[in-house]
């Protein structure tokens, strides 16, 4: 029984052997921590639960059965921000001193640098000896420090502003919104924030991110290399990143851009400076421009495309990413290609070789080359020349070979610059005016000169007379030199035009070309010859009156005589008596002769005085009577505009060759009725009168029955009556003179953001005084000069500038401008604005259409004198010189009248008014009269 019972348990034992059924199977519910921290000291023990974790019985045939623990597997799956991993498994084997069976329900790894953890996401698995294994994927989630991290920028510079830093790399963390902390210079920063992020299934409060931004001032560091580093908020905050290394290097500098100015059809600035560096961009003028070529750390390039910029000066400023930012204020001047705007003069006649001066805006460079173009299309490339010392013009000689018609005008900076042609000039085929004389004939080259144009009298049928506005130019009689404007030019009327010659031209022979503002035009050859000796010139002429009886003495006195011979050129009625004279005397400064006046019996002569060496004047004018200086037959001449009884009449002149009339106040038949208008006629030279127009200034209050007297180019307004009764008042004005007026220096377009319209505009320009100005208090001068000026069309605003002379003692000046394109130049300018300085930019304002500028034979403002003494309504008012020891002190006697009642007065009276001082003394008593 023994035996038998030993045999069934060996049985048993081999039944149990070979036929056992396997372990049960493990199951993995967990394990803690799910995150583990990387670091050199890393000792950690990671918790797993579940069931059936124990040893399990193995016995192999043969063997004694034994207990074999089981075995553990993690599997580097992910990254932790979810992406694929790959990586070597890590076995832990039964028996391995790192994995511990605590119950069937536990097991404790203990993780250490050793096992070959990685940043990363593990499954993890648990076998035991003879069963399936049993899996819990991402079971563990192992933090490292971030790692492939890079900086962008990686350097940047000293003293610029905040710095803004891109980071990259890998296992960025942000714990329930803690951002990782960041060392830099001995600093410890704080991230702006995280981006690309992924939470962690293991927590979800913990965020795995890619990206990051770092601001910061880099304003108090010194240059050098410095390292950044990244510290995880817990629990990944067991060891910091790799450090990235950081550049700090000096601020760049901007010192030159070349081209400085261009124009605004493209091109390629080289920048010159120190410190640049890669990858840098460009802005101009605010507008973002690239990218910029990189040459080396002192040089770059910069292209600006066509049109990419508005005309002006900007900035340049260049930046990098490491707030590398480098500015050159003003480096960069946009210029519009060069535009012609005005042709001096507009007009040439055909079959002439003629010299111009073309204007020129936007000229910044040599220009290169000058272009007529007709209306056909068909160019001529004349002869020019061009000087950097005035290069806002251009003179072209005109060949004589251009047909008549319209020719462009363009002037070019090189093929990249190629100008805009606004401006023409016409040439034409036939004159219209028909221009006769010029007088006088002779212009000094060291003063001004005014003289008189005369056209045919009485016009052909066919030919045109001056308009309004007509403007004239000297013209070298070789056509080489450019013409010269002829100032204060003024169309009197269809035959006559008066201006002034300039100083300081050459002496020679020149041509007089005028231009009406329709474009009609006329050149008179040979007209005008300046000299280098003082030609004559005759102030005044005494007596004014001689008796056609024997040969009287006339008395000339002027300036430059020399030898000189006199006629009298005189008119009675329509028959023309030339009187040839005796010379009694002469001197430099005045000649006495005796006229033979028998041959007229009452005539009006103008005096005509010729030196030895050819050079003429002439003077208006000497009346001739009968012994009984019986009156001359009254003519009618053009009506006043308004009736007057009782005016203060007086001649005055403005030059030479101008000579008006003024009808100052009046009434309209009672004192009662007394008027404060002024009107003013021209007076030719033989007395005919011109039409009367209004004076724009009025006399301070209504005055009539006053005595009036001129004296040199002031007029004196002496008592009379108001509406009510006899005044004491003194008044003066002056006669404005078109010299004292300022000119035009400098015209020129400038582009910006408003403009005026495209076409032809006009411009004059006044002086305006202070109250206390000894000639025109508180008043405005003349605006004799005239531009004008065309603005092209380009499809861009324009502006024009001008600037013009000072003028002493002005305070503030006062331009004037026509009101649209289509108004006549000349003829319809009004006030724009006043401005304290000779300068001023029009960018298409409207002008004040009811303020005119003054002309030429206007009065500046009436200003109050030293009072009389007595009340005088229709006193007898004369001048006398002092004959010495001053005989520039000129009398001003007034005599009887009626008083304050209405009497007559019983005394007369003297004032003394020193005409070079323009300041009146006080009336003083003269001698009583005789009777009153």
Same mark, same amino acid.
């Given at each position: 029984?023994?035996?038998?019972?030993?045999?069934?348990?060996?049985?048993?034992?081999?039944?149990?052997?070979?036929?056992?059924?396997?372990?049960?199977?493990?199951?993995?519910?967990?394990?803690?921590?799910?995150?583990?921290?990387?670091?050199?000291?890393?000792?950690?023990?990671?918790?797993?639960?579940?069931?059936?974790?124990?040893?399990?019985?193995?016995?192999?045939?043969?063997?004694?059965?034994?207990?074999?623990? $089981?075995?553990?597997?993690?599997?580097?799956?992910?990254?932790?921000?979810?992406?694929? %991993? &790959?990586?070597?498994?890590?076995?832990?084997?039964?028996?391995?001193?790192?994995?511990? =069976?605590?119950?069937?329900?536990?097991?404790?790894? !203990?993780?250490?640098?050793?096992?070959?953890?990685?940043?990363?996401?593990?499954?993890?698995?648990?076998?035991?000896?003879?069963?399936?294994?049993?899996?819990?994927?991402?079971?563990?989630?192992?933090?490292?420090?971030?790692?492939?991290?890079?900086?962008?920028?990686?350097?940047?510079?000293?003293?610029?502003?905040?710095?803004?830093?891109?980071?990259?790399?890998?296992?960025?963390?942000?714990?329930?919104?803690?951002?990782?902390?960041?060392?830099?210079?001995?600093?410890?920063?704080?991230?702006?924030?995280?981006?690309?992020?992924? $939470?962690?299934?293991?927590?979800?409060?913990?965020?795995?991110?890619?990206?990051?931004?770092?601001?910061?001032?880099?304003?108090?560091?010194?240059?050098?290399?410095?390292?950044?580093?990244?510290?995880?908020?817990?629990?990944?905050?067991?060891?910091?990143?790799?450090?990235?290394?950081?550049?700090?290097?000096?601020?760049?500098?901007? @010192?030159?851009?070349?081209?400085?100015?261009?124009?605004?059809?493209?091109?390629?600035? *080289?920048?010159?400076?120190?410190?640049?560096?890669?990858?840098? &961009?460009?802005?101009?003028?605010?507008?973002?421009?690239?990218?910029?070529?990189?040459?080396?750390?002192?040089?770059?390039?910069?292209?600006?495309?066509?049109?990419?910029?508005?005309?002006?000066?900007?900035?340049?400023?260049?930046?990098?990413?490491?707030?590398?930012?480098?500015? +050159?204020?003003?480096?960069?001047?946009? !210029?519009?290609?060069?535009?012609?705007?005005?042709?001096?003069?507009? =007009?040439?006649?055909?079959?002439?070789?003629?010299?111009?001066?073309?204007?020129?805006?936007?000229?910044?460079?040599?220009?290169?080359?000058?272009?007529?173009?007709?209306?056909?299309?068909?160019?001529?490339?004349?002869?020019?020349?061009?000087?950097?010392?005035?290069?806002?013009?251009?003179?072209?000689?005109?060949?004589?070979?251009?047909?008549?018609?319209?020719?462009?005008?363009?002037?070019?900076?090189?093929?990249?610059?190629?100008?805009?042609?606004?401006?023409?000039?016409?040439?034409?085929?036939?004159?219209?005016?028909?221009?006769? @004389?010029?007088?006088?004939?002779?212009?000094?080259?060291?003063?001004?000169?005014?003289?008189?144009?005369?056209?045919?009298?009485?016009?052909?049928?066919?030919?045109?007379?001056?308009?309004?506005?007509?403007?004239?130019?000297?013209?070298?009689?070789?056509?080489?030199?450019?013409?010269?404007?002829?100032?204060?030019?003024?169309?009197?009327?269809?035959?006559?035009?008066?201006?002034?010659?300039?100083?300081?031209?050459?002496?020679? =022979?020149?041509?007089?070309?005028?231009?009406?503002?329709?474009?009609?035009?006329?050149?008179?050859?040979?007209? +005008?010859?300046?000299?280098?000796?003082?030609?004559?010139?005759?102030?005044?002429?005494?007596?004014?009156?001689?008796? /056609?009886?024997?040969? $009287?003495?006339?008395?000339?006195?002027?300036?430059?005589?020399?030898?000189?011979?006199?006629?009298?050129?005189?008119?009675?009625?329509?028959?023309?008596?030339?009187?040839?004279?005796?010379?009694?005397?002469?001197?430099?400064?005045?000649?006495?002769?005796?006229?033979?006046?028998?041959?007229?019996?009452?005539?009006?002569?103008?005096?005509?005085?010729?030196?030895?060496?050819?050079?003429?004047?002439?003077?208006?004018?000497?009346?001739?009577? /009968?012994?009984?200086?019986?009156?001359?037959?009254?003519?009618?001449?053009?009506?006043? /505009?308004?009736?007057?009884?009782?005016?203060?009449?007086?001649?005055?002149? *403005?030059?030479?060759?101008?000579?008006?009339?003024?009808?100052?106040?009046?009434?309209?038949?009672?004192?009662?009725?007394?008027?404060?208008?002024?009107?003013?006629?021209?007076?030719?030279?033989?007395?005919?009168?011109?039409?009367?127009?209004?004076?724009?200034?009025?006399?301070?209050?209504?005055?009539?029955?006053?005595?009036?007297?001129?004296?040199?180019?002031?007029?004196?307004?002496?008592?009379?009556?108001?509406?009510?009764?006899?005044?004491?008042? *003194?008044?003066? %004005?002056?006669?404005?003179?078109?010299?004292?007026?300022?000119?035009?220096?400098?015209?020129? +377009?400038?582009?910006?953001?408003?403009?005026?319209?495209?076409?032809?505009?006009?411009?004059? =320009?006044?002086?305006?005084?202070?109250?206390?100005?000894?000639?025109?208090?508180?008043?405005?001068?003349?605006?004799?000069?005239?531009?004008?000026?065309?603005?092209?069309?380009?499809?861009?605003?324009?502006?024009?500038?001008? @600037?013009?002379?000072?003028?002493?003692?002005?305070?503030?000046?006062?331009?004037?401008?026509?009101?649209?394109?289509?108004?006549?130049?000349?003829?319809?300018?009004?006030?724009?604005? &006043?401005?304290?300085?000779?300068?001023?930019?029009?960018?298409?304002? @409207?002008?004040?259409?009811?303020?005119?500028?003054?002309?030429?034979?206007?009065?500046?403002?009436?200003?109050?004198?030293?009072?009389?003494?007595?009340?005088?309504?229709?006193?007898?008012?004369? *001048?006398?010189?002092?004959?010495?020891?001053?005989?520039?002190?000129?009398?001003?006697?007034?005599?009887?009248?009626?008083?304050?009642?209405?009497? $007559?007065?019983?005394?007369?009276?003297?004032?003394?008014?020193?005409?070079?001082?323009?300041?009146?003394?006080?009336?003083?008593?003269?001698?009583?009269?005789?009777?009153?």
């Amino acid at each position: 029984m023994q035996r038998g019972s030993r045999t069934v348990a060996t049985l048993g034992l081999l039944a149990m052997a070979g036929c056992a059924t396997p372990p049960p199977k493990p199951r993995v519910d967990g394990v803690s921590p799910a995150i583990a921290c990387l670091s050199s000291d890393l000792d950690e023990s990671l918790v797993i639960t579940g069931n059936n974790l124990g040893p399990s019985v193995v016995d192999g045939l043969g063997e004694r059965p034994r207990l074999v623990g $089981p075995s553990l597997r993690l599997n580097r799956r992910l990254d932790l921000d979810g992406g694929p %991993a &790959e990586g070597e498994d890590i076995v832990l084997q039964a028996g391995d001193p790192r994995l511990a =069976v605590r119950s069937a329900e536990r097991l404790e790894v !203990r993780l250490d640098r050793f096992l070959g953890l990685q940043s990363g996401r593990y499954d993890l698995s648990v076998q035991a000896a003879g069963a399936q294994p049993a899996a819990l994927p991402d079971a563990l989630a192992v933090l490292g420090p971030p790692a492939d991290l890079h900086a962008s920028p990686s350097d940047f510079c000293q003293g610029g502003d905040s710095v803004t830093l891109a980071l990259q790399g890998a296992g960025l963390l942000r714990v329930d919104g803690v951002l990782p902390t960041v060392q830099f210079a001995d600093s410890a920063l704080t991230l702006d924030g995280v981006e690309d992020c992924t $939470p962690l299934p293991q927590d979800p409060r913990v965020e795995v991110c890619s990206s990051a931004t770092l601001s910061f001032s880099p304003d108090t560091l010194p240059t050098g290399v410095y390292g950044l580093s990244l510290l995880n908020p817990s629990p990944g905050d067991c060891a910091e990143s790799a450090p990235v290394a950081l550049s700090l290097r000096p601020a760049p500098t901007l @010192s030159a851009v070349s081209p400085g100015a261009f124009c605004d059809t493209g091109t390629t600035l *080289t920048l010159e400076g120190a410190g640049l560096v890669p990858d840098m &961009e460009a802005q101009v003028g605010g507008v973002a421009l690239g990218p910029v070529e990189w040459i080396d750390s002192r040089t770059a390039r910069l292209f600006i495309p066509d049109g990419a910029l508005s005309p002006g000066i900007h900035d340049l400023a260049l930046s990098s990413a490491g707030g590398c930012d480098a500015v +050159l204020a003003g480096a960069v001047d946009v !210029r519009v290609p060069p535009v012609t705007f005005a042709v001096d003069p507009p =007009v040439v006649p055909q079959g002439r070789s003629q010299a111009i001066r073309a204007s020129l805006a936007g000229v910044f460079d040599a220009i290169t080359s000058v272009t007529l173009t007709d209306e056909a299309g068909t160019s001529v490339f004349p002869d020019w020349s061009w000087d950097p010392e005035d290069p806002a013009a251009v003179q072209i000689l005109l060949p004589d070979s251009l047909h008549a018609g319209t020719w462009r005008v363009t002037a070019d900076q090189g093929a990249d610059c190629p100008g805009t042609p606004s401006a023409t000039v016409e040439v034409l085929d036939a004159d219209d005016l028909p221009l006769e @004389s010029v007088e006088p004939a002779q212009a000094w080259a060291f003063a001004p000169t005014a003289i008189e144009v005369s056209l045919v009298d009485p016009l052909p049928t066919s030919a045109v007379g001056l308009q309004p506005g007509a403007r004239a130019w000297l013209v070298d009689a070789a056509g080489l030199a450019a013409p010269v404007r002829v100032y204060a030019a003024e169309a009197r009327s269809e035959t006559l035009l008066s201006g002034i010659v300039p100083e300081g031209l050459d002496t020679g =022979v020149y041509g007089l070309l005028v231009l009406n503002p329709d474009g009609t035009a006329g050149l008179l050859d040979d007209a +005008l010859e300046v000299v280098a000796l003082e030609p004559p010139a005759i102030e005044s002429v005494s007596p004014g009156t001689l008796e /056609n009886r024997g040969s $009287p003495p006339l008395r000339i006195q002027g300036a430059g005589f020399r030898d000189p011979t006199v006629r009298l050129d005189c008119r009675d009625g329509g028959t023309r008596t030339l009187l040839g004279s005796t010379r009694i005397s002469a001197s430099y400064g005045e000649v006495v002769v005796a006229p033979d006046v028998t041959a007229v019996a009452q005539a009006v002569c103008v005096v005509e005085l010729e030196n030895a060496d050819g050079a003429k004047t002439r003077f208006s004018a000497v009346s001739i009577t /009968n012994p009984a200086q019986n009156l001359f037959p009254w003519q009618t001449g053009p009506a006043l /505009n308004t009736a007057r009884r009782a005016p203060a009449a007086v001649a005055g002149r *403005t030059s030479s060759v101008r000579r008006w009339l003024y009808a100052i106040g009046g009434d309209d038949g009672a004192a009662s009725g007394a008027l404060q208008s002024i009107e003013i006629a021209p007076v030719g030279v033989f007395g005919d009168l011109g039409e009367w127009r209004r004076q724009p200034r009025d006399l301070p209050e209504a005055r009539s029955l006053a005595g009036i007297v001129r004296i040199e180019d002031f007029l004196y307004l002496v008592g009379g009556s108001d509406p009510v009764a006899a005044t004491q008042s *003194t008044l003066r %004005a002056q006669i404005l003179d078109p010299l004292s007026s300022p000119w035009f220096t400098e015209i020129g +377009l400038e582009p910006g953001e408003t403009g005026l319209d495209p076409g032809t505009w006009s411009y004059r =320009v006044a002086a305006r005084f202070p109250p206390d100005d000894p000639s025109n208090p508180d008043g405005e001068g003349l605006a004799a000069d005239l531009v004008v000026v065309t603005v092209p069309d380009t499809g861009d605003p324009w502006a024009i500038h001008l @600037s013009w002379a000072p003028v002493p003692g002005a305070v503030a000046y006062r331009l004037y401008r026509s009101p649209d394109t289509a108004a006549v130049p000349g003829l319809e300018e009004a006030l724009l604005v &006043e401005v304290a300085t000779p300068s001023f930019t029009d960018t298409g304002a @409207s002008v004040d259409p009811g303020t005119p500028p003054l002309v030429e034979g206007d009065l500046g403002e009436w200003a109050e004198v030293a009072p009389l003494t007595l009340p005088r309504r229709s006193p007898c008012v004369t *001048t006398a010189a002092d004959p010495f020891p001053d005989p520039n002190v000129v009398y001003i006697y007034a005599a009887g009248g009626a008083g304050a009642d209405g009497s $007559p007065t019983t005394a007369s009276r003297c004032c003394r008014s020193p005409s070079k001082a323009r300041v009146a003394r006080p009336w003083g008593a003269g001698r009583p009269p005789r009777s009153a």
